[in-house]
């Protein structure tokens, strides 16, 4: 009797610390970005972009809050997502975003209230076996509201390395989505053929994601 409830005992304790150790991966997926720097105005050749129609932005404050997300992998570089607005003629008027390094470094840009990575996954690339490759799933939590002056506004996926011509950057998974409260503090998960959103905010029993993150 005493051996079989060592046994469990034994078995209990590694499951919690098995709990404990995947709450600690969880928790250095999800860091904050060390350092902030001010809106982009000037954008590289080395981009491509997506309209978004204004009218969806009417809601004021503090019903105006955004999350732009996706799965990027900068290479041996960096990359940056980013929600740009223009006062006409092209000429943009303030930004707000995301920039990841190959380091795992984040930058967060512009009027963001929060950036950072919500998950992050080792690949293999066709193109490079061998190569260790990692995607991250980087956001920025935007507070946005369209006004006049705005006569345009794009998200810009952007190959920010130094070397451009020797540097590839790749993106997936990209989506811009209201919050759906103000606690929210990560975008909901990416699926290819849409999301099941859950409005229960509490942590996973494993000490996981939240239940809206699935």
Partial sequence: MNGKSFGNNSRLLVLVLCLVMLTTVVAMAKKKPKKKTPATTSFNESLVYQEIPLAQFSAPAPDNIYFLSG???????????????????????DSAGVEIASSGEVTQ????????????????????PGEDFRYYRIFAKIPFTAHPSIKEARIILQNTSSTLASCSVWFDGVKLEKAQN??????????????????EFTETLEGGPSYYEW
């Fill in 182 to 199: 103000e606690i929210q503090e990560y975008p909901t998960s990416y699926h290819s053929r849409g999301n099941l959103l859950s409005p």
């Fill in 71 to 93: 799965w990027v992998c900068p290479g041996s570089g960096s990359a940056m997502l980013a929600f740009v607005t223009y006062s006409g003629g092209g000429k943009v008027k």
């Fill in 109 to 128: 840009i512009g009027f963001a209230d929060d950036a950072g990575i919500a998950f992050s996954t080792r690949f293999e690339h066709p193109d490079f």
